[in-house]
């Protein structure tokens, strides 16, 4: 189970993060054992992006797909978020961070990308 956060900026664009990969996806990560979903939201965007105190708000979108190369299946729980800076301190293994608009995903061939444009889809 991941709780991942929908976090936009006043244009509209997505927050988007690359951890130790090629692609992008939203900020967040699995949850731990007796974790609700905001706390891992909360520690997963101070240990990604070094925001500390996130507004955390309801669900925005869930789904669940089949990870192949794992060969297990993941719940992506995602939940509108808003953020107070875009003053960024990257954490372990985090490569980038931006606002990005949405198109410039709209052909990527990679799951989580794909994720992403689904649930701004969805949800915007």
Known sequence: VVAK???TNNEGK?????ENQDFWSLPGGGLEHG??????LTREIQE??????????????STSVYLDQRDIWMTWIVYNAEID??????GDGVTDAKY?????LHDTTD????LIV???????
Request: with cysteine.
């Open 5 to 7: 956060a929908l976090i």
């Open 14 to 18: 997505v927050l988007v993060v690359k």
């Open 35 to 40: 974790e609700t979903a905001a706390d891992c």
């Open 48 to 61: 990604e992006i070094g925001i500390n105190a996130p507004h955390i708000g309801d669900i925005a979108y």
């Open 85 to 90: 800076s875009s003053d960024f301190v990257f």
């Open 100 to 104: 990005i608009a949405i198109e410039e």
């Open 111 to 114: 799951l989580l990308e794909k």
């Open 118 to 124: 689904e649930t701004v889809n969805a949800v915007l």
